[in-house]
């Protein structure tokens, strides 16, 4: 019944939006699909399914027949968002210095900037105002015209987690979120669709991401002061970049007076991604050969490799702080609630994946492109409104989990025997322990005394109650 519901009510959505769409007047009507772009924007485009399992051993991602959901622990990003403040002042610096004053008549027949001189389009940064923030139907530059904004990635989310995990939510719930607006935002709108449907009162748990508190939090890398970022930025820096020259050679060679540095065509790609999550579509992204954009994937995988994935020693450290939660929440769960979710940055997704490891093969990657490398791709881990989802669920008279990274079942390494591909929940705990009896402890590696080590809000948090305050600008 609940799904029959939750279909309607995606159905009426798809309905009001098609009505929209086929409006002449909008500036998205008849523009072509770009969502085959976003796996090589960084993890700056709009949420998409991880996309290994479309084309390779796609797992049903349906709770076996024969089991029952017994727990469910959510850590998610936040969804689509408006650039950063360092980000997006360099977009607005570059479009207002070295597109806004082209000439027109140059433009008009530009192959690649033409779109500049259509009078139905505008640049989705007028100003900074709407930097940091996450994209809604309300203040999407094109309003419901969107259907990327971060509030509807949201509260798709809300649909689909309350359509499959609502046997484990009860009356009440308490869903925790870093103190950030954007992240806030996205929880509010996940949760009110776990309201809606199943009248579940929400208890929402702010946890301040601005203050060191130690490990009992959201983003706990903000309290390690030993941070080393990158390592290895030999290698990050040995990267041919020459692709970036030779974009930005072409595009100043069929744009007289544009002048473009491999600096500023960088920022193209920033210009891309993030004007489809403000605006639905992007007449930039057209620009960019196959190449470019791979290329542009690659390097972004292989610093973040470095900065907050598995090749840096010090992120698993960090990273350790979920994955022990995560074992202590199948040992000991709070007896009043089963379904455990957070909304963080992606960052600290990226330092779970990294403690957990299931896309680190224990080898460093190296600088020079490699079309075989389909194990760390930070883009397809988090891309905006990123979830990965760990399912308890126990079959006959034993007990088995499985990680599921945005929608797609990825298996723990050497350990996916069990129904559905699942781990046996014993060997889980094995699995947990030698990984990490290989990964210093957060405390010891991050130097931190006097605060705590580890996650305790979801144990807590009736006692404690967590409000930080609600801040536009991320730590």
């Given at each position: 019944m609940l799904t029959q519901i939750l279909l309607a009510g995606l159905a009426a959505s798809s309905a009001s939006a098609a009505s929209i769409y086929g409006t002449k007047s909008s500036y998205l009507t008849e523009k072509k699909d770009q969502s085959p772009m976003f796996p090589f924007l960084a993890g700056a485009a709009p949420y998409f399914s991880y996309p290994l399992g479309d084309n390779y051993y796609k797992i049903n991602t349906s709770i076996p027949e024969t089991c029952t959901l017994k727990q469910v622990q959510v850590l998610a990003r936040h969804g689509e968002r408006y650039p950063g403040t360092s980000e997006g002042n360099e977009l607005i610096e570059l479009f207002n210095t070295k597109f806004?004053?082209?000439?027109?008549?140059?433009?008009?027949?530009?192959?690649y900037f033409d779109f500049l001189v259509d009078p139905t389009y505008q640049f989705f940064l007028p100003n900074n105002a709407s930097l940091e923030l996450l994209?809604?139907?309300?203040?999407?530059?094109?309003?419901?015209?969107?259907?990327?904004?971060?509030?509807?990635?949201?509260?798709?989310?809300?649909?689909?987690?309350?359509?499959?995990?609502?046997?484990?939510?009860?009356?009440?719930?308490?869903?925790?979120?870093?103190?950030?607006?954007?992240?806030?935002?996205?929880?509010?709108?996940?949760?009110?669709?776990?309201?809606?449907?199943?009248?579940?009162?929400?208890?929402?748990?702010?946890?301040?991401?601005?203050?060191?508190?130690?490990?009992?939090?959201?983003?706990?890398?903000?309290?390690?002061?030993?941070?080393?970022?990158?390592?290895?930025?030999d290698i990050v820096d040995a990267m041919d970049t020459s692709y970036l020259d030779n974009l930005a050679s072409r595009l100043n060679n069929a744009t007289k007076g544009l002048n473009l540095t491999s600096k500023d065509a960088e920022l193209l790609f920033d210009w891309c991604a993030y004007e489809i999550d403000a605006s639905g579509y992007s007449p930039i992204c057209n620009i960019f050969t196959q190449e470019e954009l791979i290329l542009h994937a690659?390097?972004?995988?292989?610093?973040?490799?470095?900065?907050?994935g598995p090749g840096n020693p010090l992120v698993k450290s960090v990273g350790s702080v979920f994955f022990n939660a995560t074992v202590e929440l199948l040992k000991n769960p709070p007896k009043e609630y089963n379904a455990y979710i957070g909304f963080t940055h992606d960052v600290n997704i990226q330092h779970m994946m990294a403690a957990v490891g299931l896309f680190d093969t224990g080898k460093l990657m190296d600088s020079k492109f490699d079309y075989r490398n389909t194990i760390y791709k930070k883009s397809w881990i988090t891309p905006m409104g990123a979830r990965v989802i760990l399912e308890n669920y126990e079959c006959g008279n034993s007990s088995y989990v499985r990680y599921v990274v945005n929608d797609e079942v990825v298996p723990v390494p050497n350990c996916n025997e069990g129904p559905g591909f699942?781990?046996?929940?014993?060997?889980?705990?094995?699995?947990?322990?030698d990984r990490l009896s290989n990964i210093t402890a957060f405390g010891t590696a991050c130097n931190i005394t006097n605060l705590p080590t580890y996650q305790s809000f979801y144990w807590d948090y009736q006692t404690v109650n967590y409000t930080a305050p609600i801040e536009v600008q991320s730590y």
């Open positions: 806004a004053n082209l000439s027109k008549s140059e433009l008009a027949n530009n192959e994209t809604t139907t309300k203040d999407s530059f094109t309003g419901a015209l969107n259907p990327y904004a971060g509030e509807l990635t949201a509260m798709k989310f809300g649909e689909e987690f309350t359509d499959k995990y609502n046997s484990l939510i009860g009356d009440t719930l308490p869903i925790f979120t870093s103190s950030n607006s954007r992240v806030y935002e996205t929880a509010k709108y996940f949760s009110s669709i776990i309201n809606k449907y199943l009248n579940t009162t929400i208890n929402m748990q702010v946890l301040n991401e601005l203050k060191k508190t130690g490990g009992n939090s959201l983003t706990p890398s903000e309290t390690c002061d030993v941070w080393d970022f990158p390592v290895h930025q690659f390097g972004d995988d292989l610093s973040s490799f470095y900065s907050d699942s781990c046996e929940l014993d060997n889980f705990y094995k699995y947990a322990e």
